[in-house]
């Protein structure tokens, strides 16, 4: 990222409507400079730039990284790297165009013009595809990509995958309350009970952004993140210099939620970061002797409702994962990927896989919609 001007990229990245900060050349560039998103960790960057050829003005670009695994991606291809494997072809490296660990929705192609979007769009998702052909790499990932971009690269040759995530929609709610009445009875004292559980423990709730999160924050969330991560996964991702990086370069668009004890002592954090349209759940963590049950909602959910809620951004998305989610008022919401694989019996059996998938999928979101709805109506 270091090689690309920082204005001439997050002019492409905020040519949408919305500004997802994810997309921004200091997020992106935090993962590098941090040592998370490098070659050495299986991540090298190979972003691509289409420049006019005339004014060499930096036109559409695409945040591309070259992996030997799957890691942190959150669209999970093991099984079709042991498929190709038993077919005898290498799986990796391949290409993959996202957000390094960072499951949300975003232009994976970002367009300058708005109006020149289809036509560059096309250009850079054929680049890909030749990139791939002509240094015979199994394939190209776009993941969490918008629904629009697989509409055209599905028009080239890519396969469409789908996803769910649980997204919540602020319906213009004035109060934390407001919203709490649109549940259902049972739903809704449900989060009561838990939110009074949780204030019975002492424990202050801070949000925090900008100048307010000094240094001694990011060391506690630090330790909150590697005790999650190795509870969960066994391997952190991210580096304790990223979070520094972050905060000192998009204060505004971190928000840190911490919980003190009575002593000022923090004993839990939650990341978010701020878009034009949305709020953004990361990472989450608490003190290894920390154990307060409903904490996790409190942190990591109800307070980004809140949030959302007094900055009146129309939506908090709270990452991977998690049917427990849809009973604190997240909706399931369909996630998009599309992807490129060169080998041509490879990609007849992916795509066999992922027409069956598909119909698992909207089997699913139908269910979850029609018949564990936390709302009173499905409009809700």
């Not at 959150?74 to 005898?88: E, K």
């Not at 799986?91 to 708005?114: C, E, N």
């Not at 990086?245 to 954090?269: F, H, I, N, S």
């Not at 939650?270 to 920390?290: K, P, Q, V, Y």
Request: net charge neutral.
């Amino acid at each position: 990222m270091d090689q690309v001007p920082q204005n001439e990229w997050d002019a492409c990245a905020t040519g949408s409507e919305e500004m997802n900060p994810f997309l921004l050349w200091s997020f992106l560039n935090a993962l590098e400079v941090s040592g998370s998103a490098v070659k050495e960790e299986g991540w090298l960057p190979q972003h691509i730039l289409l420049r006019s050829a005339a004014t060499k003005e930096l036109l559409a670009c695409i945040p591309l990284y070259l992996k030997g695994h799957s890691y942190g991606e959150y669209v999970f291809d093991n099984s079709w790297a042991v498929l190709a494997s038993r077919l005898g072809q290498r799986y990796y490296p391949k290409f993959q165009a996202a957000v390094p660990f960072t499951p949300v929705t975003g232009p994976r192609i970002l367009v300058r013009d708005a109006s020149m979007r289809q036509v560059l769009t096309k250009a850079a998702a054929e680049t890909l595809m030749k990139l791939t052909d002509e240094y015979k790499i199994s394939g190209a990932h776009l993941t969490f990509n918008m629904p629009e971009e697989g509409d055209a690269l599905g028009e080239l040759g890519y396969l469409r995958r789908t996803g769910i995530q649980y997204h919540w929609v602020n319906k213009e709610y004035g109060t934390f309350d407001g919203f709490l009445m649109d549940l259902k009875q049972s739903k809704r004292n449900n989060i009561r009970k838990e939110r009074r559980s949780v204030a019975k423990e002492g424990l202050s709730l801070h949000r925090l952004t900008g100048a307010d999160i000094k240094s001694a924050h990011w060391d506690a969330f630090y330790k909150f993140y590697l005790n999650t991560t190795d509870k969960k996964w066994g391997q952190a991702y991210l580096t304790r210099e990223f979070f520094q990086v972050l905060g000192e370069t998009m204060p505004e668009q971190v928000l840190l939620v911490m919980a003190e004890d009575g002593c000022g002592r923090p004993v839990a954090g939650a990341l978010n970061l701020i878009g034009s349209h949305a709020l953004f759940g990361r990472n989450w963590g608490c003190a290894g002797d920390t154990d307060i049950k409903h904490l996790h909602f409190e942190v990591c959910y109800y307070q980004a409702l809140e949030a959302a809620i007094e900055r009146g951004l129309p939506r908090v998305e709270a990452g991977a994962q998690g049917e427990h989610k849809l009973q604190r008022g997240y909706l399931p919401s369909l996630t998009y990927s599309s992807h490129y694989i060169r080998d041509r019996v490879l990609r007849g059996a992916i795509g066999n896989y992922l027409a069956q998938e598909r119909q698992q999928i909207d089997y699913t979101m139908d269910a979850l919609l029609q018949h564990v709805s936390p709302y009173k109506s499905i409009d809700a």
